[in-house]
């Protein structure tokens, strides 16, 4: 049994935890204190050999600067997103507070509300530092199969980017487009995501495994989703404000895709979804783009 710190009581935060603390002794903190069983102070939490972090990837960086406390701990992080404000991977983030044998990230096709109830998932844990993704592993209750890789790029890559097409398969879902549509939208993201992937050195194991294509089926097929569900919002005409009001939650994928559009103009590239969903997120009419985007 080992001693375990989650930092974030969101969702993901919550679900990790409880999975966690079948088998371990597990602490969970927030900025906002919560009657939850094992709440401690982030004073405490910091002081534990191990932490699972997820906190949003958009929060990180400013959250770290603020409070975080390198002590030798082994971060294990849960969040899926690129920073929008400057293109950054979350292992560039965290690159100055920690050094990687200290790092692993998390990955795979994982809703909250399915692992909060032990039904099967697998996960993926990502680490240049092969022993400390084997520990982790051994962390996770029978209910989570886990796997390992050293593949962080290719990990970090598709469990952003498959938000990005989740938003996009979302107004293909709104618009009624149809099954054909979203096949071909979700095949096509899968690629795009790939090639991006590639210019940073990411492993195609990576994209065709669970943290590319398991995690793109599900997030970019079903409503539980919250990235899904801000696509349907577009395409329902609503604002970016109203659907986040009534989100109430993190959707990573709308900062990643500012940070996609702005990392696609610094180095030339081509990322076709990337780009339509950025439109429409900047208010262009889905009917227009993503109609057009299907058709020849
Ligand atoms: N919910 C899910 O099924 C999964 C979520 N994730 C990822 O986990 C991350 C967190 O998502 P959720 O927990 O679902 O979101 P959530 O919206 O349920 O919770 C976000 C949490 O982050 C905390 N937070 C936000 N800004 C903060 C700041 N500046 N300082 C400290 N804490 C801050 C909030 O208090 C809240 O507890 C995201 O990157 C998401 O993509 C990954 C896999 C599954
Ligand atoms: O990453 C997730 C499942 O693997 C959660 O996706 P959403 O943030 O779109 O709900």
């Known amino acids: 049994m ?17 999975a966690l603390g079948q088998e371990n002794e597990v602490y969970i903190t927030s900025r906002t ?25 958009q929060q990180i960086s400013s959250w770290l600067e603020d409070n975080f406390v390198f002590n030798n701990q082994k971060i294990l992080v849960a969040a899926k997103g690129i920073e929008a404000t400057t293109g950054r991977f979350l292992n560039d983030i965290y690159k100055p507070y920690v050094p990687d044998e200290n790092i692993a990230f998390l990955s795979g096709p994982s809703f909250a509300a399915e692992v909060i109830k032990s039904l099967p998932t697998a996960l993926v844990i990502n680490s240049h530092n092969e022993n400390l993704s084997a520990k982790f592993a051994t962390f996770f209750p029978p209910f989570i199969k886990t796997y390992t890789s050293t593949d962080v790029m290719g990990a970090e890559v598709a469990g952003a980017y498959k938000n990005v097409i989740a ?56 409503t539980m989703s919250r990235n899904f569900r801000v696509g349907l919002g577009i395409a329902q005409g609503k604002s970016q404000k109203e659907i ?25 590239l081509y990322l076709p979804i990337a780009t339509e969903v950025y439109k429409m997120l900047e208010g262009e009419d889905p009917h227009i783009s993503l109609k057009n985007f299907l058709s020849n």
Do not use: H
């Open 2 to 18: 080992s001693k375990i710190g989650v930092i974030g009581a969101g969702k993901w935060g919550s679900a990790l935890a409880f």
């Open 33 to 57: 204190p919560r009657d939850v069983e094992n709440f401690v102070s982030l004073e405490e939490i910091l002081k534990l050999e191990y932490l699972v972090i997820a906190i949003p990837a």
């Open 167 to 222: 938003i996009a398969a979302g107004i293909c879902e709104g618009l009624g487009l149809g099954k054909n549509a979203a096949a071909s939208l979700i095949s096509r993201g899968l690629v795009e995501m790939q090639r991006f992937g590639y210019v940073y050195g990411a492993k195609e194991e990576s994209f065709v495994g669970l943290s590319g294509a398991g995690d793109l089926f599900l997030t970019a097929s079903s």
């Open 244 to 268: 986040l009001k009534e989100l109430g939650e993190v959707a990573e994928g709308i900062g990643t895709t500012y940070a996609l559009n702005k990392i696609a103009k610094n180095k030339d």
